[in-house]
């Protein structure tokens, strides 16, 4: 049955286990339940168990039909099952699903980077403060000025003591001078 995929096959459980690790591996899985060196259950577990790597849909192909064990599969991380023997027709169907959810995934995956794309933007912006050149007030995003330590206290939880720095006092202090003199 031809259905236009292109099939990468493995031997066994450590193959498929290797296969799914590579940078270019398959977003989509069918491994059998029962498979010499490692289980379709257990390369389930280790696909499962890597957190940054792309998802990959699993199928388990199994003869096993105990609750028991759809249960234990389901645990271990797969996606779908298809029982042997097993129809053509089913397979594609299942197939069809996992790409459907994978294109889902994928689709959610970007409109995730596009938020927070737009939340650094956000961030950015919000990190611009509009301030008055004279008086030193802050305008909010409601277009209501506030005086610094009053918005600074809102947005922070800063409170603030006052103080004059040396240069302000030199200058305030000529000034007082000066006019104490006139």
């Known amino acids: 049955m ?25 977003r989509l899985a069918i491994l059998d339940w029962v498979m010499p060196e490692m289980s379709g259950v257990e390369v389930c577990q280790r696909v499962r168990a890597q957190h940054n790597a792309p998802y990959v849909y699993i199928i388990l192909l199994t003869g096993n039909t105990s609750n028991e064990d759809l ?24 197939i069809k699903a996992g790409e459907r959810i994978l294109h889902l995934e994928q689709t959610l995956a970007h409109k995730i980077a596009e938020l927070e794309s737009a939340l650094t933007q956000v961030k950015q912006l919000k990190a ?26 809102q947005h922070t939880g800063t409170d603030f003591s006052h103080g004059i720095c040396p240069d302000c006092f030199s200058k305030r202090h000529e000034l007082f001078q000066s006019a104490q003199n006139l």
Not at 2 to 26: F, H, I, M, R
């Open 128 to 153: 611009l403060l509009p301030i008055c050149m004279f008086c030193k007030k802050i305008r909010d995003d409601n277009d209501y000025w506030h005086q610094i330590e009053a918005y600074l206290h």
């Open 2 to 26: 031809d259905c236009g995929y292109k099939v990468l096959a493995t031997e066994n459980g450590a193959q498929a286990w290797n296969q799914l690790q590579q940078p270019t591996s398959p």
């Open 71 to 94: 249960a234990m599969g389901f645990a271990a991380g797969a996606d779908d099952y298809v029982f042997k023997p097993f129809d053509g027709r089913v397979l594609e169907a299942r």
